[in-house]
């Protein structure tokens, strides 16, 4: 059974830059509350390094891969990828953990914009 559809022509235009936002009013308490139960993945990077696709391609058991970081050198803890505070890797009954030695300050912010200067 066919319907009568409605058509209404349609523009594209191309907009330029964004503009940027205006600063908003810092965040309440009740309103961060909201998000208190929204899951996030954490992640300890303990370093990175670059390769060629061959290289990786030939790597086997027994590989040893270079980091750039040095052993004993404070690792990244990571929230959704972004990092947010360093620290020294630990063992716990068996398992790896991660004792917060650095909290970071967060990106944007002054502290955060003088940390990248001096790095």
Do not use: Q
Not at 15 to 29: L, Y
Not at 52 to 81: C, H, K, Q, W
Request: proline share 8%; net charge negative; hydrophobic share 45%.
């Amino acid at each position: 059974m066919a319907e009568n559809v409605d058509y209404a022509p349609f523009e594209t235009t191309t907009a330029g830059p964004a503009e940027p936002a205006a600063p908003s009013a810092p965040v309440t308490a009740e309103e961060l509350s909201r998000l208190h139960d929204v899951p996030v993945e954490l992640a300890v990077e303990v370093g990175r390094t670059k390769m060629t696709i061959r290289e990786a391609l030939a790597l086997g058991p027994g590989s040893i891969v270079t980091l750039n970081r040095l052993a004993g050198e404070p690792v990244d803890l990571l929230v959704n990828g972004k990092p947010i505070a360093r620290g020294e890797v630990v063992v716990i009954d068996e398992e790896f953990g991660l004792r917060v030695t650095e909290v970071l300050a967060p990106a944007g912010s002054e502290a955060a914009d003088g940390a990248e200067g001096d790095a």
